[in-house]
């Protein structure tokens, strides 16, 4: 890798190379603008001037010293962008804005609605300049509604989506994911909803169009059979997280203690349904198949009928204690070898350091020339053999691609950049 | 482009053989059959779709065409069925396949190719064909014949360890998390592959590994580890970066979760709360010294908003506010939730899939879809998370029966005559 690597990586060969997309989103929008990104789209990350976009102040921090490009946030969902500065409280940055969105495909915002139209920004104003432009809204509960302004944030989604509900036990209360899935999943539904309205436009007049996306209702769309169990048989799925619970049905234990960590399973591991006898085996090799090794207790297991809560108690606990001295990756790999779909539970150390992943040549070396170090980041979350994804490395410093996208797009020049430099425009 | 004028629906034209099946292959084809594709499930009885075998059913009564989890994620889409092991099963498959633009399928690898369907063949027969194989490990790689459910597979891409009490278990999700988050992510990747194609005329393969899309899900708990050697771990319902973030219970047993990241949030909550003397204490000045008086907050909070809600009218413990005591104003906790956001503070109730059904704003954005199925009679389907304003989604229709559309599948498109599809039907061919 050349010394100093071009910001972005140029990706002419991705499925949405020539496309533009301009980025004014916080957490609900960046991943779904990046996600476009390594598909080859242009990305132009708009940054207020100065401090740049307020999620640079995002924690962690690189080294825990917080500055505005050591935000970890900002490294994992702005890599691979441009970035501009832009003031869009004067009218000046305003009308660069609508120079732009001229000249882009998609525009993904996700301020509180009616704040786009108070700028002049919104669809309506957009498609006036360019009547191709794809405008997607992502907002907290979409753009009417009674909720319309309420404030939320990642765990508010969780908790008005219905997600959060479906978690946690009686004493202490419903308890979220600490990587935030409201945005993760608003991020990438509303990738969904940009990439219908892209193809939209192809099939069709060449037109652009409005796509408003709501996070709850990302959410709503994230919850297994909840909505289902609930429209069916009047009953709320709900945890405590360590059983599965199906169509309003406590399902058994799915997770164990091992040696060395935390496995899941379904169905006791294999130990109910038609393979039974090949679990029960796989533990009577070891002398730890306890009263189930039996004909009694096979012929029962086998049966596809659900245990009395006395019997699958017994299952878990033969389960149980199989498991509590092994270490897990060797279980899940016996586990696997009969057929049992099991799985371990992974930090993301383990995550990072997965053998499988790492055969898979996953992870991406991305380089920080401006802090002369290089970190391993997640690679392809889909493999497509003619048109790849590539990671386009890292996030840009603010405004760093001010002269290039103004001079390149726009056409402005260095005289022109510095009158809007010194009017606080740029 | 004028507003008025009828537009095609994006995908119209576009006919899809959906081999998948569970939960993430099912969704991506349902974006594309809610926008106008036409999907054809295939499935056989012979392996049913495990969908199909849970519930809910309707009045309990386990059936083919009667379980709610299958019927969600199958709207607008047409039912085909095939039995693989009969002898003339792969050749019926290919030749309707020579018909279709898509094929999805999440089998583990090496399944189709085992009926003579892997993409090499399926591309002779159709050269442009975008073919999308959502198996939980990819095609490569040690784990790649490993099976599992997205129940587990949240274990092994770390959101089990991120999700449950700080001194507790891993407990994950509370559901089969990942086959609700990556099928977003390959129906991006099917959809810009269909673009390409659009543009090119040329198709392609997609290896989809559920466990790779995952990944790219867990904000920056890879970076800490990465780049920090720092690793994340769930901590209740508490965040790294915000002082309180934290679900609290109401009276009417229902909770609220609050959440301040901001000093204006803080102020805001401050002012809510009607500035008791707890929060304007020196320690709580600055968030970072708020990030340590966490449970302190929570104590009061907690206490407060016990206090200030009240048990439902219908509740034998309820009673008439300012009885016994000098008058307290008492909210529900809509009132409760309404009154904090009043002033700026980021809030919500823990909603069940019940409240969702009765909640004012997805029933203003339309998000549930009711449709009737000729088993299961009317039921409620979940819609898109977006509106597009000149190409909507439509749920044309509820989900196929096995095999309802089975004479269109085979006569129309694969071309049998009526006497060859007699023939195989009674063969078992479409079992």
């Given at each position: 890798?050349?010394?100093?690597?071009?910001?972005?990586?140029?990706?002419?060969?991705?499925?949405?190379?020539?496309?533009?997309?301009?980025?004014?989103?916080?957490?609900?929008?960046?991943?779904?603008?990046?996600?476009?990104?390594?598909?080859?789209?242009?990305?132009?990350?708009?940054?207020?001037?100065?401090?740049?976009?307020?999620?640079?102040?995002?924690?962690?921090?690189?080294?825990?010293?917080?500055?505005?490009?050591?935000?970890?946030?900002?490294?994992?969902?702005?890599?691979?962008?441009?970035?501009?500065?832009?003031?869009?409280r004067?009218?000046?940055?305003?009308?660069?804005?609508r120079?732009?969105?001229?000249?882009?495909?998609?525009?993904?915002?996700?301020?509180?609605?009616?704040?786009?139209?108070?700028?002049?920004?919104?669809?309506?104003?957009?498609?006036?300049?360019?009547?191709?432009?794809?405008?997607?809204?992502?907002?907290?509960?979409?753009?009417?509604?009674?909720?319309?302004?309420?404030?939320?944030?990642?765990?508010?989604?969780?908790?008005?989506?219905?997600?959060?509900?479906?978690?946690?036990?009686?004493?202490?209360?419903?308890?979220?994911?600490?990587?935030?899935?409201?945005?993760?999943?608003?991020?990438?539904?509303?990738?969904?909803?940009?990439?219908?309205?892209?193809?939209?436009?192809?099939?069709?007049?060449?037109?652009?169009?409005?796509?408003?996306?709501?996070?709850?209702?990302?959410?709503?769309?994230?919850?297994?059979?909840?909505?289902?169990?609930?429209?069916?048989?009047?009953?709320?799925?709900?945890?405590?997280?360590?059983?599965?619970?199906?169509?309003?049905?406590?399902?058994?234990r799915?997770?164990?203690?091992?040696?060395?960590?935390?496995?899941?399973?379904?169905?006791?591991?294999?130990?109910?349904?038609?393979?039974?006898?090949?679990?029960?085996?796989?533990?009577?090799?070891?002398?730890?198949?306890?009263?189930?090794?039996?004909?009694?207790?096979?012929?029962?297991?086998?049966?596809?009928?659900?245990?009395?809560?006395?019997?699958r108690?017994?299952?878990?606990?033969?389960?149980?204690?199989?498991?509590?001295?092994?270490?897990?990756?060797?279980?899940?790999?016996?586990?696997?070898?009969?057929?049992?779909?099991?799985?371990?539970?992974?930090?993301?150390?383990?995550?990072?350091?997965?053998?499988?992943?790492?055969?898979?040549?996953?992870?991406?070396?991305?380089?920080h020339?401006?802090?002369?170090?290089?970190?391993?980041?997640?690679?392809?979350?889909?493999?497509?053999?003619?048109?790849?994804?590539?990671?386009r490395?890292?996030?840009?410093?603010?405004?760093?691609?001010?002269?290039?996208?103004?001079?390149e797009?726009?056409?402005?020049?260095?005289?022109?950049?510095?009158r809007?430099?010194?009017r606080?425009?740029? | 482009?004028?507003?008025?004028?009828?537009?095609?629906?994006?995908?119209?034209?576009?006919?899809?053989?959906?081999?998948?099946?569970?939960?993430?292959?099912?969704?991506?084809?349902?974006?594309?059959?809610?926008?106008?594709?036409?999907?054809i499930?295939?499935?056989?009885?012979?392996?049913?779709?495990?969908?199909?075998?849970?519930?809910?059913?309707?009045?309990?009564?386990?059936?083919?065409?009667?379980?709610?989890?299958?019927?969600?994620?199958?709207?607008?889409?047409l039912?085909?069925?095939?039995?693989?092991?009969?002898?003339?099963?792969?050749?019926?498959?290919?030749?309707?396949?020579?018909?279709?633009?898509?094929?999805?399928?999440?089998?583990?690898?090496?399944?189709?190719?085992?009926f003579?369907?892997?993409?090499?063949?399926?591309?002779a027969?159709?050269?442009?064909?975008?073919?999308?194989?959502m198996?939980?490990y990819?095609?490569?790689?040690?784990?790649?014949?490993?099976?599992?459910?997205?129940?587990?597979?949240?274990?092994?891409?770390?959101?089990?360890?991120?999700?449950?009490?700080?001194?507790?278990?891993?407990?994950?999700?509370?559901?089969?998390?990942?086959?609700?988050?990556?099928?977003?992510?390959?129906?991006?990747?099917?959809?810009?592959?269909?673009?390409h194609?659009?543009?090119?005329?040329?198709?392609?393969?997609?290896?989809?590994?559920?466990?790779?899309?995952?990944?790219h899900?867990?904000?920056?708990?890879?970076?800490?580890?990465?780049?920090?050697?720092?690793?994340?771990?769930?901590?209740?319902?508490?965040?790294?970066?915000?002082?309180?973030?934290?679900?609290?219970?109401?009276?009417?047993?229902?909770y609220?979760?609050?959440a301040?990241?901001?000093?204006?949030?803080?102020?805001?909550?401050?002012?809510?709360?009607?500035?008791?003397?707890?929060?304007?204490m020196?320690?709580?000045?600055?968030?970072?010294?708020?990030?340590d008086e966490?449970?302190?907050?929570?104590?009061h909070?907690?206490?407060?908003?016990?206090?200030?809600?009240?048990?439902?009218?219908?509740?034998?413990?309820?009673?008439?506010?300012?009885?016994?005591?000098?008058?307290?104003?008492?909210?529900?906790?809509?009132?409760?939730?309404?009154?904090?956001?009043?002033?700026?503070?980021?809030?919500?109730?823990?909603?069940?899939?019940?409240d969702?059904?009765?909640?004012?704003?997805?029933?203003?954005?339309?998000?549930?879809?009711?449709?009737?199925?000729?088993?299961?009679?009317?039921?409620?389907?979940?819609g898109?998370?977006?509106?597009?304003?000149?190409?909507?989604?439509?749920?044309?229709?509820?989900?196929?029966?096995?095999?309802?559309?089975?004479?269109?599948?085979?006569?129309?498109l694969?071309?049998?005559?009526?006497d060859?599809?007699t023939?195989?039907?009674?063969?078992?061919?479409?079992?």
């Amino acid at each position: 890798m050349p010394e100093s690597p071009p910001v972005p990586l140029p990706h002419p060969a991705g499925p949405l190379a020539g496309y533009r997309v301009l980025d004014f989103a916080d957490e609900k929008g960046q991943l779904c603008a990046r996600l476009l990104g390594e598909l080859g789209a242009d990305v132009i990350k708009v940054e207020p001037p100065r401090d740049g976009d307020p999620t640079r102040q995002n924690g962690p921090f690189f080294r825990d010293e917080a500055a505005p490009n050591t935000s970890l946030y900002w490294w994992a969902m702005n890599a691979g962008k441009r970035s501009i500065t832009c003031q869009l409280r004067l009218e000046a940055g305003r009308d660069l804005v609508r120079r732009l969105a001229a000249v882009s495909d998609i525009v993904i915002e996700t301020g509180m609605p009616g704040t786009a139209a108070e700028l002049g920004l919104d669809y309506p104003a957009l498609s006036a300049v360019n009547p191709g432009v794809i405008v997607v809204s992502i907002t907290n509960f979409g753009q009417a509604g009674p909720y319309k302004d309420m404030l939320a944030t990642d765990i508010v989604g969780s908790a008005m989506g219905g997600h959060m509900y479906l978690n946690g036990d009686d004493e202490r209360g419903p308890v979220r994911t600490l990587a935030p899935q409201a945005y993760a999943q608003a991020n990438v539904q509303g990738a969904v909803g940009a990439m219908i309205a892209l193809y939209a436009r192809g099939v069709n007049d060449g037109g652009g169009q409005h796509v408003d996306v709501s996070m709850q209702e990302a959410v709503a769309n994230a919850l297994d059979n909840a909505q289902q169990t609930w429209d069916i048989r009047h009953i709320n799925n709900r945890g405590p997280g360590t059983g599965r619970m199906v169509g309003g049905n406590p399902g058994p234990r799915y997770l164990y203690e091992t040696a060395d960590g935390w496995v899941t399973c379904l169905a006791l591991g294999g130990l109910i349904g038609p393979s039974a006898g090949v679990a029960i085996d796989w533990l009577a090799a070891t002398g730890e198949a306890r009263d189930l090794d039996s004909l009694a207790w096979r012929t029962k297991l086998a049966a596809l009928v659900p245990l009395e809560p006395k019997d699958r108690a017994y299952v878990e606990e033969t389960l149980a204690a199989f498991c509590k001295t092994k270490p897990k990756e060797s279980l899940v790999e016996q586990a696997q070898q009969r057929g049992f779909g099991w799985a371990p539970v992974f930090s993301p150390r383990e995550v990072v350091e997965s053998k499988h992943l790492k055969a898979r040549d996953f992870w991406v070396r991305v380089r920080h020339e401006d802090i002369g170090e290089s970190f391993i980041y997640p690679g392809p979350p889909f493999r497509l053999g003619l048109t790849p994804w590539a990671q386009r490395g890292r996030a840009p410093l603010v405004g760093e691609h001010n002269e290039q996208v103004y001079g390149e797009l726009l056409g402005l020049d260095a005289a022109e950049l510095r009158r809007l430099r010194m009017r606080m425009v740029v | 482009m004028s507003e008025g004028k009828v537009l095609k629906k994006p995908f119209a034209g576009i006919r899809v053989a959906d081999f998948a099946w569970v939960g993430v292959g099912p969704t991506v084809s349902k974006y594309l059959a809610d926008h106008g594709a036409e999907v054809i499930r295939i499935e056989s009885s012979t392996y049913p779709e495990a969908l199909r075998r849970v519930g809910p059913f309707v009045d309990d009564t386990p059936g083919m065409d009667n379980s709610g989890y299958y019927a969600n994620f199958n709207s607008s889409k047409l039912g085909a069925s095939v039995n693989l092991k009969h002898p003339r099963g792969p050749e019926l498959v290919k030749r309707l396949l020579a018909t279709c633009d898509v094929v999805t399928e999440s089998f583990t690898p090496g399944t189709l190719e085992r009926f003579g369907l892997g993409y090499e063949t399926i591309r002779a027969i159709r050269p442009d064909v975008v073919m999308i194989a959502m198996p939980l490990y990819g095609q490569t790689g040690p784990w790649a014949g490993y099976s599992g459910y997205g129940h587990v597979l949240q274990a092994a891409s770390g959101f089990n360890h991120l999700t449950g009490w700080e001194d507790g278990p891993p407990i994950g999700t509370g559901i089969a998390y990942t086959d609700f988050l990556v099928p977003h992510i390959a129906a991006v990747a099917l959809i810009a592959a269909l673009d390409h194609r659009r543009r090119t005329g040329q198709g392609q393969y997609i290896d989809f590994g559920q466990m790779e899309a995952a990944v790219h899900a867990l904000g920056t708990a890879v970076l800490d580890w990465t780049a920090n050697g720092h690793e994340q771990k769930r901590m209740g319902n508490r965040d790294p970066e915000a002082a309180p973030h934290g679900c609290y219970r109401c009276k009417d047993g229902r909770y609220l979760v609050i959440a301040c990241f901001t000093e204006k949030h803080w102020e805001a909550l401050k002012a809510a709360l009607g500035r008791p003397e707890w929060c304007d204490m020196d320690r709580m000045r600055r968030r970072w010294q708020r990030l340590d008086e966490q449970k302190e907050i929570d104590r009061h909070l907690g206490y407060w908003i016990e206090d200030f809600t009240r048990m439902p009218p219908d509740s034998p413990f309820y009673t008439e506010e300012g009885v016994e005591a000098p008058p307290v104003r008492k909210f529900t906790t809509e009132e409760m939730m309404a009154h904090m956001q009043s002033f700026g503070v980021p809030c919500g109730i823990v909603q069940s899939a019940e409240d969702l059904q009765r909640d004012p704003q997805l029933a203003f954005r339309g998000h549930y879809w009711k449709l009737q199925h000729p088993v299961m009679g009317l039921r409620t389907y979940d819609g898109p998370s977006f509106r597009l304003s000149r190409t909507p989604a439509e749920l044309t229709k509820a989900a196929p029966l096995l095999g309802e559309d089975n004479e269109y599948a085979w006569k129309t498109l694969a071309g049998l005559s009526d006497d060859e599809y007699t023939e195989l039907l009674v063969e078992g061919a479409f079992e």
